[in-house]
């Protein structure tokens, strides 16, 4: 008999035994299950993982991972909801199972926003059969007009061009005290920044800010180099515009290459200065730093917003992105 239900924590050896048999061998949460608990915990019930699991007669044949925006701040009211790891064993030999736990997760959850990163070839006809947005999420980069291209490689002349502005930008690495006005959705409060990124346990963030926008960095490394990466953007992306040169300068001070961002919802006129892989064949940024591979990884999203008239925006740090693979 075919059972289809949340993940309670007695589930964990479960589903860490499932993704190291049918996900990938030795993957992340196999090797460091605190780091599941930290992404997986339901912000309603202490007892209950964010996972849909499908199981027939007590054996796992299935599981969607998914994030609710609201497991960084569990006093907010949002419905908004990143979706994880998807995976349906192949010997399973249920037809539409992956389909079922997606449905169950809309069942208990109600989101008014799905989003998803990084989603793979096999489920982009489900999304688009469902009416999701589905589309690319475009990869950019800052280069300093002096400096080594670092990870990156056939860096265009283009790229260290002059870019004026006067924008401004406060760097640290606690939170201010107040938020620019929310511009975009998912959204975000400053409990969710502080728990998701000033209280990571792993990771080290900073941000950069002024009245208009927040910027949510991580620094990188890599045998070529640093990069430092936008992962989160709050506010007005438009604010970005006239911050060219202030954003070089940072790039210089952190001993960086380039800035990167990798995003979906970002206008181009916000970003003067900055090369993206689509508009420059021989441009490569790498994707993956852990470990690291000198080469464009393509990122595709997915997305369905109910009413609202907050545009939708997505960066790495909206889903699982941005998220350990060694530690």
């Not at 920044?193 to 080290?204: F, N, S």
Request: proline content about 8%.
């Amino acid at each position: 008999m075919m059972e289809i239900r949340q993940a309670k924590k007695v589930d964990e050896a479960a589903i860490l035994a499932f993704l190291d048999t049918h996900w990938q061998k030795g993957h992340v949460f196999v090797r460091h299950p605190e780091l599941l608990r930290w992404q997986h915990q339901d912000p309603d019930d202490a007892e209950a993982l964010t996972f849909v699991l499908a199981l027939r007669d007590g054996e796992l044949l299935g599981l969607l991972g998914f994030i609710p925006f609201r497991r960084f701040d569990p006093a907010a009211d949002w419905k908004d909801l990143a979706l994880a790891v998807w995976k349906v064993r192949d010997d399973a030999a249920a037809p539409g199972l992956g389909l079922q736990l997606l449905n169950t997760v809309k069942r208990i959850r109600r989101p008014d926003l799905i989003c998803a990163v990084g989603i793979s070839d096999m489920v982009v006809p489900i999304y688009r059969a469902l009416g999701y947005t589905v589309g690319p999420m475009a990869h950019a980069a800052l280069f300093p007009e002096i400096g080594p291209d670092g990870p990156a490689g056939g860096v265009p002349d283009v790229a260290r061009e002059h870019a004026s502005g006067a924008g401004k930008l406060t760097i640290t690495r606690k939170l201010p005290e107040n938020l620019p006005p929310v511009a975009s959705r998912p959204r975000k409060s400053l409990d969710y920044l502080r728990a998701r990124y000033a209280e990571h346990p792993w990771y080290e963030y900073q941000f950069a800010h002024n009245d208009d926008a927040l910027l949510v960095l991580r620094k990188v490394d890599s045998p070529k180099g640093a990069v430092l990466r936008i992962v989160d953007l709050v506010g007005d992306a438009g604010a970005l515009a006239s911050c060219t040169p202030a954003l070089r300068a940072l790039t210089r001070e952190q001993e960086c290459a380039y800035l990167d961002l990798v995003h979906y919802g970002v206008p181009d006129e916000a970003l003067p200065g900055w090369v993206e892989v689509r508009e420059h064949a021989e441009l490569v940024l790498p994707n993956y730093f852990e470990p690291f591979e000198q080469r464009n990884v393509p990122l595709r999203m997915a997305f369905k917003a109910g009413a609202g008239s907050l545009p939708i925006r997505l960066l790495r740090g909206d889903t699982d992105q941005d998220r350990p693979n060694r530690l």
